[in-house]
């Protein structure tokens, strides 16, 4: 399992959303009026040169019905990701040593069929 794919697993744990329902990894469907979670891969920070371990950043994208509904579900994720700490989020997978937003994270405007959408952006070290 990738990471986006055990990020995304967690979330739908904690209650954030039901994987292919309304929460996403890699992708949101173009159905622009369904409020949604998505998990992307946002590249990395360079690997260690020694030692077996990776440094993925992600983004959430969170399309709302409404500004509140937004950053309320923003704040939740915040709270379950930012600071999450020597943890294996999935049994039997990658160990994070920790994940932390690089922002705040913020409202990035309305879509064309007028939901609220934010985006957060974390950076993880796993092994």
Do not use: W
């Not at 292919?20 to 409020?35: G, M």
């Not at 994720?77 to 994070?96: C, P």
Request: aromatic share 12%; net charge negative.
């Amino acid at each position: 399992m990738n990471f986006t794919e055990q990020i995304a697993t967690y979330l739908q744990a904690n209650g954030v959303g039901t994987l292919a329902t309304d929460l996403f990894i890699s992708y949101l469907p173009e159905d622009s009026h369904l409020p949604c979670v998505g998990v992307f891969d946002t590249g990395g920070i360079q690997p260690d040169k020694y030692l077996p371990m990776k440094h993925p950043t992600f983004q959430v994208f969170i399309r709302a019905a409404s500004f509140d509904a937004g950053k309320t579900k923003l704040a939740a994720i915040r709270a379950l990701l930012h600071q999450k700490m020597n943890s294996t989020l999935v049994v039997g997978e990658d160990y994070f040593f920790y994940i932390f937003a690089l922002s705040e994270g913020g409202h990035i405007g309305r879509n064309d069929a007028g939901m609220d959408e934010f985006t957060m952006n974390f950076e993880a070290l796993i092994r």
